[in-house]
């Protein structure tokens, strides 16, 4: 019999992560069922339980924890840094300046740029980490890590204090517009994309 490897895992955890990102943006958390993740992966229910105990195991490992990350588990990088806006895949990694970085989680959650289901993910997992005390943690520790990064960016550019809050309001204010610009975007709010892509771009200028 031949031996199952470690990569035969791996590419089993990333199919039911997949879909279970899928399933999440399309139906919600409460409404998807382990079954209905087991069915989309082509799974059995049993399988998808011994990789995930829960949907818990599986929004937290969208996280970043329980051993990775929903970008990881898709190989879609350009998804990773939306998700750490909302608390998510692993340790954040912005770099350019602060007014590019924050362009760039914009885009992952802007619906021109087939951000729909990532904000619907964001959307969700902040909302869910109201009443999901291990949620809340994993969340709200990402989003500091990624909040500092991003002060520290803002601090690099140099600019004249001149009555400017500090680097690490700016960056507070500049994620939690992020959040609620996903939150527009998941509930098909009306928005003007570009308009508000200038605005958070001046306040970082």
């Known amino acids: 019999m031949p031996k199952v490897t470690a990569a035969y895992f791996d590419a089993r955890r990333q199919e039911i992560l997949t879909a279970a990102r899928a399933l999440f943006a399309d139906k919600g958390f409460v ?75 914009r885009r992952q959650v802007d619906p021109r740029a087939q951000g729909l289901q990532q904000a619907r993910l964001v959307t969700q997992i902040w909302g869910s980490a109201v009443t999901d005390d291990s949620l809340a943690t994993v969340a709200t520790r990402r989003h500091a890590a990624l909040r500092d990064q991003l002060a520290g960016l803002i601090e690099q550019g140099g600019a004249d204090g001149g009555g400017r809050p500090a680097p690490r309001d700016e960056a507070e204010f500049a994620l939690a517009a992020l959040i609620g610009y996903a939150a527009l975007v998941a509930t098909d709010a009306p928005v003007d994309h570009d308009g508000f892509a200038r605005a958070l771009s001046r306040v970082l200028g």
């Open 31 to 105: 409404r998807t069922s382990m079954s209905d993740i087991a069915a989309a992966a082509g799974l059995s229910a049993g399988a998808v339980y011994r990789y995930f105990p829960s949907r818990s195991h599986l929004v937290l490992a969208m996280c970043g924890e329980e051993g990775g990350g929903a970008a990881e588990a898709t190989g879609d990088t350009e998804a990773t840094g939306a998700t750490e806006a909302a608390g998510g895949d692993g340790e954040p990694a912005l770099g350019g300046t602060a007014a590019e970085s924050v362009e760039t989680l």
